[in-house]
């Protein structure tokens, strides 16, 4: 419990380090660049139309409306005459607003009569919206003039005064010609700037020159189609009519764009001046009668040459004047985007943080760990676009700095300190457990204190034949070199098969199955690996014998029985081991292959939990009824083969079973006649023979069917 609440406080300090080292460089603005980059990606994700897109209409002065100016003599600038039947078509048409993205502020180089022909069509169109500049450091007027209508019909002399955010005042502007800004029914500001990096991602919806409120061109088109708007500032907001449209500290609004340029219907200027003047002389032009029918229609220029084109967050060439309509959709939308309240971020952070902090701190491993990455990187994004549906700017790096911080910190300190025990448990115990088991004992260390419980094993006892002979034709040297390639190859094995190596006793080997991890076919994996190391020696038996002078053969005994399984020893040094009859068995099953001049011997118990296993690949035949040394119960044992191996035994297994149940009842004559039979190719049936004869010299005084073993 101590270590569990020791592990949560370093999880909830990593993690709340990490929140707080995210929010200082947040607040220091060092994020600012790349957080607008992630704004602009979430921007590109969610673009959509809203429900005003489709009542807004662009008109473009593009390249072909150049070219087509061009081959009728007209040179640039245009004549503002030829501006007229622009605003003409859209009366026609019942346009709601025109609104002119476009600075008339200089008397025309040609005829007077062409200012008055624009401000006739204003007039009579009655919703027209003039461009108005209002600089900080350029514009020819420092005051409003006298003569100079109001911002927009229902504006007073003056609004109120205000505690206006930095920047929303400016003290100059340049005003339209009088023949323009006498007939128009809004005088709109058109200058924006964009942010640090040169993008447009916030506008400013009005602002205020002497004393005067003068909106935004985007506005402005919805007040000369709704005179009885008035825009109202409130503290961060703009009040029109019955929507409230936010506002960051700095007096800006957030846009919403909707799409890629054009995402707004457009139509070329030429197009519109070609169909007015057909529609003058009476004939049909090219552009449908409804296409401005109840829009908001904005005219602006598109054309390269004519430097109107700016970077938004949606596309890198973006025409100025769809930044004024993607501001008008905004508003008559409703979903103006706005900046999540500092504490929304910092909790934010907080809970990512420390969450992260005490999921990593509480990992078990490096999966674990890996999962706890996996699943906090993305979840900042995730949740930044759902913020963005929601209409809000909540951070993104932050966030992702926070995560990530406490993740590589909850790892750090993870290294620092469990790490140094779990490679001392991988250094100590690879050499004698399966990476299962020792991936067990890393996630539970508690699993090496002293203790040991019973369960059921299947038990591994080998042995090499002759050994000693063995190692007294071998120097040191080649003695060790024989032994780590020999225990190498076996150990390979069993371990393969699940197995957990117990230890080695000189060429012994003691293995066993089913612990600590439970395998519920941990006999037939313990047969299965005591028929693979047979195989696997026969396979390096050549080799060995031509580098070290002999040939290894190798006895197994296999049984499976309760036992107590644990770690035994002192609280310095232990072991994990077993102790118990079954695991003596095993031992005794070992040595009764000499007996029988086998190689591998499995008790009744594990044959029985091989028949219940089902088809597995592997035969056995019965060897008989024996007494080991130690135990008076006799034991049933069985020689296991590969079930591929078995037709050309099957023969002779028929013939050693008739043979064996002669045995049995007594017939030892009878017996030793059939065991005859085998014993040339049959090393079980010779030493039965040998048997036979022996108690027909010497007849027991009663017989039960059991072969007493007086050797280990």
């Given at each position: 419990?101590?270590?569990?609440?020791k592990?949560?406080?370093?999880?909830?300090g990593?993690?709340?380090?990490?929140?707080?080292?995210?929010g200082?460089?947040?607040?220091?603005?060092?994020?600012?660049?790349?957080?607008?980059?992630?704004?602009?990606?979430?921007?590109?994700?969610?673009?959509?139309?809203?429900?005003?897109?489709?009542?807004?209409?662009?008109?473009?002065l593009?390249?072909?409306?150049?070219?087509?100016?061009?081959?009728?003599?007209?040179s640039?600038?245009?004549?503002?005459?030829?501006?007229?039947?622009?605003?003409?078509?859209?009366?026609?048409?019942?346009?709601?607003?025109?609104?002119?993205?476009v600075?008339?502020?200089?008397?025309?180089?040609?005829?007077?009569?062409?200012e008055?022909?624009?401000?006739?069509?204003a007039?009579?169109?009655?919703?027209?919206?003039?461009a108005?500049?209002?600089?900080?450091?350029?514009?020819?007027?420092?005051?409003?003039?006298p003569?100079?209508?109001?911002?927009?019909?229902?504006?007073?002399?003056?609004?109120?005064?205000?505690?206006?955010?930095?920047?929303?005042?400016?003290?100059?502007?340049?005003?339209?010609?009088?023949?323009?800004?006498?007939?128009?029914?809004?005088?709109?500001?058109?200058?924006a700037?964009?942010?640090?990096?040169?993008?447009?991602?916030?506008?400013?919806?009005?602002?205020?020159?002497d004393?005067?409120?003068v909106?935004?061109?985007?506005?402005?088109?919805?007040l000369?189609?709704?005179?009885?708007?008035?825009?109202?500032?409130?503290n961060?907001?703009?009040?029109?009519?019955?929507?409230?449209?936010?506002?960051?500290?700095?007096?800006?609004?957030?846009?919403?764009?909707?799409?890629?340029?054009?995402?707004?219907?457009a139509?070329s200027?030429?197009?519109?001046i070609?169909?007015?003047?057909?529609?003058?002389?009476?004939?049909?032009g090219?552009?449908?009668?409804?296409?401005?029918r109840?829009?908001?229609v904005?005219?602006?220029?598109?054309?390269?040459?004519?430097?109107?084109?700016?970077?938004?967050?949606?596309s890198?060439?973006?025409?100025?004047?769809?930044?004024?309509?993607?501001?008008?959709?905004?508003?008559?939308?409703?979903?103006?985007?706005?900046?999540?309240?500092?504490?929304?971020?910092?909790l934010?952070?907080?809970?990512?943080?420390?969450?992260?902090?005490?999921?990593v701190?509480?990992?078990?491993?490096?999966?674990?760990?890996?999962?706890?990455f996996?699943?906090?990187?993305?979840?900042?994004?995730?949740?930044?676009?759902?913020?963005?549906?929601?209409?809000?700017?909540?951070?993104?790096?932050p966030?992702?700095?926070?995560?990530?911080?406490?993740?590589?910190?909850?790892?750090?300190?993870?290294?620092?300190?469990?790490?140094?025990?779990?490679?001392?448990i991988?250094?100590?115990?690879?050499?004698?457990?399966?990476?299962?088991?020792?991936?067990?004992?890393?996630?539970?260390?508690?699993?090496?204190?002293?203790?040991?419980?019973?369960?059921?094993?299947?038990?591994?006892?080998?042995?090499?034949?002759?050994?000693?002979?063995?190692?007294?034709k071998?120097?040191?040297?080649e003695?060790?070199?024989?032994?780590?390639?020999?225990?190498?190859?076996?150990?390979?094995?069993?371990?393969?098969?699940?197995?957990?190596?117990?230890?080695?006793?000189?060429?012994?080997?003691?293995?066993?199955?089913?612990?600590?991890?439970?395998?519920?076919?941990h006999a037939?994996?313990a047969?299965r690996?005591?028929?693979?190391?047979?195989a696997?020696?026969?396979?390096i038996?050549?080799?060995?014998?031509?580098?070290?002078?002999?040939?290894?053969?190798?006895?197994?005994?296999?049984?499976?029985?309760?036992?107590?399984?644990?770690?035994?020893?002192?609280?310095?040094?232990?072991?994990y081991?077993?102790?118990?009859?079954?695991?003596?068995?095993?031992?005794?099953?070992?040595?009764?292959?000499k007996?029988?001049?086998?190689?591998?011997?499995?008790?009744?118990?594990?044959?029985?939990?091989?028949?219940?296993?089902?088809?597995?690949?592997i035969?056995?035949?019965?060897?008989?009824?024996?007494?080991?040394v130690?135990?008076?119960?006799?034991?049933?044992?069985?020689?296991?083969?590969?079930?591929?191996?078995?037709?050309?035994?099957?023969?002779?297994?028929?013939?050693?079973?008739?043979?064996?149940?002669?045995?049995?009842?007594?017939?030892?004559?009878?017996?030793?006649?059939?065991?005859?039979?085998?014993?040339?190719?049959?090393?079980?049936?010779?030493?039965?023979?040998?048997?036979?004869?022996?108690?027909?010299?010497?007849?027991?005084?009663?017989?039960?069917?059991?072969?007493?073993?007086?050797?280990?």
């Open positions: 419990m101590r270590n569990a609440v592990k949560i406080l370093q999880g909830l990593v993690g709340l380090g990490a929140a707080a080292a995210a200082l460089i947040w607040s220091a603005g060092w994020l600012d660049g790349f957080e607008w980059k992630t704004w602009d990606w979430r921007a590109r994700i969610m673009q959509h139309p809203g429900p005003a897109t489709d009542r807004i209409r662009l008109i473009l593009d390249q072909p409306s150049l070219d087509w100016g061009a081959q009728r003599g007209l640039w600038p245009w004549p503002r005459e030829v501006y007229a039947p622009i605003v003409d078509f859209c009366r026609r048409q019942g346009a709601r607003a025109v609104a002119f993205d600075l008339l502020t200089e008397p025309s180089k040609y005829l007077v009569a062409e008055a022909a624009l401000g006739a069509a007039a009579a169109a009655g919703n027209f919206v003039a108005v500049f209002l600089g900080a450091g350029s514009g020819s007027a420092t005051n409003w003039p003569d100079m209508p109001p911002p927009y019909r229902r504006a007073g002399a003056s609004v109120p005064d205000h505690d206006w955010p930095p920047g929303m005042v400016l003290p100059r502007a340049t005003f339209p010609i009088p023949e323009i800004a006498t007939n128009a029914a809004v005088l709109a500001n058109v200058y700037n964009p942010d640090a990096d040169g993008v447009y991602r916030r506008v400013r919806l009005g602002q205020v020159f004393g005067r409120l909106p935004a061109l985007g506005l402005g088109a919805w000369a189609a709704d005179p009885e708007i008035r825009p109202v500032y409130e961060r907001a703009l009040r029109c009519g019955d929507y409230r449209a936010p506002l960051d500290a700095a007096g800006h609004a957030l846009l919403r764009f909707r799409g890629k340029s054009r995402t707004h219907r139509f200027a030429a197009a519109v070609e169909s007015e003047l057909l529609a003058q002389a009476g004939q049909p090219s552009l449908p009668a409804d296409a401005f109840d829009c908001y904005f005219f602006g220029f598109s054309a390269p040459g004519l430097y109107d084109l700016r970077p938004v967050p949606v890198g060439i973006y025409p100025g004047v769809e930044i004024h309509a993607t501001m008008l959709d905004n508003l008559l939308s409703r979903d103006l985007m706005r900046d999540a309240p500092r504490h929304w971020t910092w934010w952070l907080v809970l990512l943080g420390g969450s992260y902090g005490l999921a701190r509480g990992g078990r491993n490096a999966r674990d760990n890996l999962l706890a996996a699943l906090a990187l993305p979840a900042p994004a995730i949740v930044s676009l759902w913020a963005y549906s929601r209409g809000l700017w909540l951070p993104l790096l966030p992702t700095a926070a995560a990530a911080l406490a993740l590589i910190g909850g790892v750090l300190l993870n290294y620092a300190t469990e790490g140094r025990q779990k490679r001392y991988r250094s100590a115990f690879r050499q004698y457990l399966s990476e299962a088991v020792i991936a067990q004992l890393v996630a539970d260390p508690s699993r090496l204190t002293l203790g040991g419980e019973q369960r059921t094993l299947s038990i591994f006892f080998s042995d090499l034949q002759g050994f000693t002979g063995i190692s007294e071998l120097n040191p040297r003695l060790t070199s024989l032994l780590n390639e020999y225990l190498t190859a076996m150990t390979d094995i069993i371990q393969a098969e699940g197995g957990t190596v117990d230890k080695y006793e000189g060429d012994a080997i003691i293995a066993f199955w089913n612990a600590p991890l439970p395998l519920a076919d037939l994996r047969v690996a005591a028929l693979q190391c047979q696997r020696l026969a396979d038996r050549p080799d060995l014998k031509a580098r070290y002078g002999s040939d290894l053969f190798m006895r197994i005994g296999v049984n499976t029985g309760p036992v107590v399984v644990g770690n035994m020893g002192s609280h310095n040094r232990f072991n081991t077993i102790l118990g009859d079954a695991a003596n068995l095993a031992s005794r099953l070992e040595g009764i292959n007996q029988f001049g086998t190689f591998t011997l499995i008790s009744e118990a594990t044959q029985a939990e091989l028949a219940m296993a089902g088809e597995h690949g035969a056995v035949r019965e060897l008989g009824r024996v007494a080991v130690g135990r008076r119960a006799p034991v049933l044992v069985y020689e296991p083969v590969c079930r591929a191996d078995l037709a050309a035994r099957r023969a002779d297994w028929e013939k050693f079973a008739a043979a064996l149940a002669d045995f049995y009842a007594g017939r030892f004559a009878a017996a030793q006649a059939r065991f005859a039979e085998l014993q040339e190719r049959d090393p079980p049936a010779a030493a039965y023979a040998r048997k036979c004869q022996a108690l027909l010299d010497r007849p027991p005084a009663a017989w039960e069917g059991v072969w007493t073993m007086t050797e280990k």
